[in-house]
């Protein structure tokens, strides 16, 4: 089959698809990891609390691990992202700080999420996507919604091509229908973005047939209509 010939068109499409799939990314960093992370982070409080006040002497250093990474937490939750990231002027450590000193205890593993989301808001995205993919991923919705995270690094770094293995694991990942298809969606786009509209076009009808509840079913018929048309155009 012959290549579709090259239209002025096409740049505002690629600018609209990667211009959406930016707008996504951002909304999900505010609506959905950052009150994850916090909820995971109280957790670990509760129970490496609770373990370090029990055996303090056998686990001291994730005792002072927890104590170090408590008021960057706090920075973290007012969006004070440098303050979180690298500490303050009175000595409270940020997260760079509890990953370096304290790298063998949850709380540095855990920093590294902070840190990456920390360096996102930044737009570091470069050093958001490094700190991301060294997190050890354990809980499955958690790690969900990091891998995603560094799908929407890629997406900055202008790297579409490479956002669509994180997608679609995190997607794979969830196996959740609040999540699963928001992934889905991103994936999509970023298929569409990079013209790989066959692919996109089997991505939107998965969300419309596995997740016809999710709030992104909502609009998939236009969006299964747009990739339709685009394979007839090529």
């Given at each position: ?39 995971v ?22 005792h ?34 509890v ?27 470069e ?51 609040q ?16 013209g ?39």
């Amino acid at each position: 089959m012959a290549k579709k010939a090259y239209t002025s068109d096409e740049p505002t499409l690629v600018e609209k698809n990667v211009g959406e799939l930016l707008s996504k990314s951002d909304v999900f960093v505010e609506k959905y990891l950052k009150q994850t992370i916090v909820a995971v982070g109280a957790i670990i409080i509760i129970v490496i609390g609770s373990i370090g006040f029990h055996y303090y002497y056998l686990v001291p250093k994730s005792h002072e691990a927890e104590k170090a990474i408590f008021v960057a937490q706090n920075y973290f939750e007012s969006q004070q992202w440098e303050l979180a990231l690298n500490g303050d002027s009175l000595g409270n450590l940020g997260f760079l700080d509890v990953i370096s000193d304290f790298g063998s205890t949850s709380s540095s593993n855990l920093s590294k999420v902070y840190a990456g989301l920390c360096e996102y808001q930044l737009k570091d995205y470069e050093s958001a996507l490094k700190h991301l993919k060294s997190y050890s991923i354990k809980d499955q919705l958690f790690g969900a919604q990091v891998l995603a995270a560094m799908g929407d690094c890629e997406v900055n770094l202008g790297n579409v091509k490479e956002s669509v293995s994180y997608f679609g694991k995190a997607a794979a990942k969830a196996n959740s229908s609040q999540f699963s298809p928001i992934y889905l969606n991103k994936e999509a786009i970023a298929y569409e973005s990079l013209g790989e509209y066959k692919k996109a076009l089997a991505v939107y009808e998965k969300i419309k047939s596995q997740y016809p509840q999710s709030p992104e079913a909502v609009s998939i018929d236009k969006y299964i209509e747009r990739a339709k048309l685009q394979l007839k155009g090529e």
